[in-house]
């Protein structure tokens, strides 16, 4: 780790108990979970293992621990669509809905689990009509349309692992996911609507198999927003054709407790994203017990919404297996939280009655900048937990959502996790923990999180590295084809620990404090993206010789993408180059990635080792005093630097 840089920011002494109303109703209210996990782990997932879902052979050793790897409820046996969906109907609730689904430009549909069940048989026939298997590996690319979790559970059905890819993903995204999962088939639609107008799909998928993709035999179209795109006679078929035809006859195969239930790629410090895996019992399990305790869920009233994109973890937890494996209603949404107006979000509320909002900082501090106004037209009353998830929140947008959301008397839980951990791992359970604005507070009951210093020893008080001491039923069991890079990336840095990439500091009172990453990783807007990833896009540019990206801080999106480049030969430094160059990583990596601003500079500052000196970069970019810079081969070049980040501020 070159710069640990752990800040510790000021004390935040308010406090705040479960209201005692929220109490008297809570799932638990007491130490009685932690006291059992603490007294004998294992045997407190293996309860929940059993209590939350419904297996069709039963485990017979709880965990085998391998370091680092690890074999949840060895032996058992079960399918997560028929726990997420069967059973429910099974038990007679096929009529209550799974989702209230509500398109952007205000299109809604309401499907039940009986609905749902009945589209998830036929599309799983219609994957096995492509000669799909057991161990075989999809993608989709979708928008937020219930095509997308119905595709999901379909693979689940038969043991097909899915690879989710966000929607807002380049063609060259798409290659190299479908190239190193060796997808078979890639579920798509025309377009996705975003912000009024149809944001295209198809041709994107279209362009990645250009670039090739020769795994890919068979693409699947949703006709979504009617804009007739391209199609390619026996490789391009459109989902309504498809299931026009197929059959609704199709029994949930039982699965191994560990056979692999999903891929998703998430950026680490190097270029190539890393595929993470996770697989069937334990996934499901942490993500049915954290659903049902962290947001207190009550599935015969509730109205769940978790705002975030199927894209990321996020949703694959939260929107799709947590909330049905539980069988709660969910409301799922297309669109953007400004489409047609500011006050969409609040707008949806009110309309389902939600129970339960699950968004993330950036989106409340957002709302923050567009006014109270727009939460106070519409009545929130009937929300009763807030959650936030993807970045440390900081206490003014925690106050903010306390007061204005949640009316000051509802639970905010702050729950830390990550793309590998699978499930929430740190937060407050809501009806036991007293919260602290911008602290996610403590492990949940069954996991075990430390800080260590930079010799791995245990930091009892005060800043340090996240790590998990013990394994979980969530967390992944590894990188696809690199077992390499899971023991490097995750296992290596300090023995024995699983190592989070996240600093974080334990206050007097036992509370977490997460501080960010400590590792080359940007967090915008709650997503991870690489810097390493970035400056390769950069450097992809002609007119690029070289790049150093960091991220910078920002009042909205946390932080910011800041490119700082040096240009090859007789390239001019003009604003329309630096533009085309933010436009160029837009195009290679999608426009998540695209940085914010590009700094042409003559010379970037080293160490005298060669080593790019990101600090400072970043002290640059936020505008700060430079400190100490006598490592430095060439000081001249910091001010030159300074000088154009303070120019480029006032375009
Ligand atoms: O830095 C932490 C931050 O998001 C990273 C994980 O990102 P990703 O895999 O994309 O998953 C995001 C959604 C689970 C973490 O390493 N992070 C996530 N939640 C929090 C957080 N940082 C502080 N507080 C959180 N609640």
Request: with cysteine; net charge negative; proline share 6%.
């Amino acid at each position: 780790m070159s710069e640990p840089a752990i800040e510790v920011y000021e004390v935040e002494d308010r406090t705040f108990p479960p209201p005692p109303a929220f109490t008297a109703q809570a799932n638990t209210t007491d130490s009685s979970l932690y006291d059992e996990a603490n007294a004998d782990y294992e045997a407190f997932w293996a309860r929940q293992a059993r209590e939350l879902l419904t297996w069709n052979t039963d485990f017979s050793t709880t965990l085998e621990w391998e370091l680092p790897f690890a074999k949840w409820f060895v032996g058992g046996e079960l399918n997560v669509s028929y726990n997420c969906l069967d059973r429910h109907v099974e038990a007679g609730r096929g009529d209550k809905v799974a989702f209230h689904w509500e398109g952007e430009p205000g299109d809604k549909i309401t499907l039940t689990y009986d609905q749902l069940l009945t589209e998830v048989k036929k599309f799983s026939n219609v994957l096995k009509s492509f000669g799909l298997e057991k161990g075989d590996r999809v993608a989709i690319y979708m928008p937020m349309i219930l095509e997308l979790p119905i595709a999901m559970l379909a693979c689940t059905r038969i043991g097909v692992a899915h690879s989710v890819i966000f929607g807002g993903f380049s063609a060259d995204a798409i290659v190299d996911r479908c190239i190193d999962a060796e997808a078979r088939l890639i579920i798509t639609a025309d377009a996705g609507y975003r912000r009024g107008a149809a944001a295209p799909l198809k041709p994107t998928v279209d362009q990645a198999m250009e670039i090739g993709a020769p795994s890919v035999e068979n693409i699947v179209v949703v006709d979504r927003c009617g804009t007739d795109p391209a199609m390619v006679d026996g490789r391009d078929h459109w989902w309504h054709d498809l299931m026009a035809e197929a059959s609704d006859n199709s029994p949930a195969e039982p699965m191994d407790s560990e056979q692999l239930l999903y891929l998703l790629y998430t950026s680490g410090t190097t270029a190539k994203p890393k595929g993470i895996m996770h697989t069937t019992g334990g996934y499901l399990t942490q993500v049915a017990f954290t659903h049902k305790y962290v947001f207190d869920l009550k599935p015969e009233t509730d109205i769940y919404w978790c705002a975030a994109d199927i894209g990321w973890v996020t949703g694959h937890s939260y929107i799709v297996y947590g909330p049905l494996a539980n069988g709660c209603t969910s409301v799922m949404y297309e669109g953007t939280p400004d489409t047609p107006g500011k006050d969409r979000l609040w707008d949806i509320i009110e309309r389902y009655g939600v129970t339960q909002l699950y968004t993330a900082p950036t989106a409340i501090r957002m709302f923050m900048k567009w006014g109270a106004e727009e939460p106070q037209k519409h009545d929130l009353s009937t929300l009763r937990v807030l959650g936030t998830v993807g970045e440390p929140i900081n206490p003014e947008a925690w106050m903010w959502y306390h007061e204005h959301i949640g009316g000051e008397e509802r639970p905010i839980v702050d729950t830390w996790w990550q793309t590998e951990t699978g499930g929430n791992m740190i937060t407050p359970l809501p009806g036991v923990t007293t919260t602290k604005p911008g602290s996610a507070c403590h492990p949940i009951p069954g996991v075990f999180a430390e800080l260590v210093d930079d010799n791995g020893e245990v930091v009892t008080n005060g800043g340090g590295y996240l790590t998990i001491s013990k394994p979980w039923p969530s967390m992944l069991r590894g990188i696809w084809g690199d077992e390499e890079r899971y023991r490097e990336t995750y296992w290596s840095t300090y023995e024995g620990r699983y190592f989070a990439g996240d600093g974080a500091k334990l206050d007097d009172d036992g509370y977490l404090w997460l501080l960010g990453r400590v590792d080359d990783v940007m967090n915008v807007s709650g997503h991870r993206i690489s810097t390493t990833e970035v400056e390769s896009a950069l450097v992809d540019h002609p007119a690029v010789a070289e790049a150093a990206v960091v991220g910078g801080t920002d009042e909205i999106t946390g932080q910011a993408i800041i490119g700082y480049v040096i240009l090859r030969g007789t390239h001019e430094a003009s604003q329309e180059l630096g533009d085309e160059i933010r436009e160029h990583v837009g195009v290679k990596l999608g426009k998540i990635a695209r940085p914010k601003t590009v700094i042409i500079v003559p010379d970037l500052p080293k160490t005298r080792s060669g080593k790019i000196m990101r600090r400072l970069l970043r002290d640059v970019a936020d505008g700060r005093s430079l400190g100490d810079t006598t490592t430095l081969a060439d000081p001249g070049v910091v001010s030159e630097i300074a000088a154009k980040a303070a120019e480029s501020d006032e375009d």
